[in-house]
Nanobody, 128 residues
Framework: QVQLVESGGGLVQAGGSLRLSCAAS????????MGWFRQAPGKEREFVAA????????IYTVSVKGRFAISRDNDKNTVYLQMNSLIPEDTAIYYC?????????????????????WGQGTQVTVSS
């Protein structure tokens, strides 16, 4: 069982940057594809980005492509989300998630139901 703890959220002005981190413990980190999701008030949780087990094939939702970058360090059991050129519409609680894929090196799930483990979330607020 893997436990996930996010950090790095906060308040930032539009155009600014934040780097989210998600530290994993209790499992073999490299067995998991990792994803970031977000949930704004009154909206459903939506996919933001995902990366396969060994850092290959990152994918992004269209609205963040070119502004956000997902990466992972399997030696540090940590996944990151670098967020640049932030806009107010990026305001949400950001969640880290892990999908156990011991037999698939390349899959990057986009459906939240494919992730079995979630962090508690970190608030990101972008002011205009």
């Amino acid at each position: 069982q893997v436990q996930l703890v996010e950090s790095g959220g906060g308040l930032v002005q539009a155009g600014g940057s934040l780097r989210l981190s998600c530290a994993a413990s209790g499992g073999t980190f490299s067995r998991y594809a990792m994803g970031w999701f977000r949930q704004a008030p009154g909206k459903e949780r939506e996919f933001v980005a995902a990366v396969a087990r060994y850092g290959i094939i990152p994918i992004y939702t269209v609205s963040v492509k070119g502004r956000f970058a997902i990466s992972r360090d399997n030696d540090k059991n940590t996944v990151y989300l670098q967020m640049n050129s932030l806009i107010p519409e990026d305001t949400a609680i950001y969640y880290c998630a892990a999908a156990n894929l011991p037999s698939d090196y390349y899959k990057t799930p986009q459906n939240r139901h494919e992730y079995g483990y979630w962090g508690q979330g970190t608030q990101v607020t972008v002011s205009s």
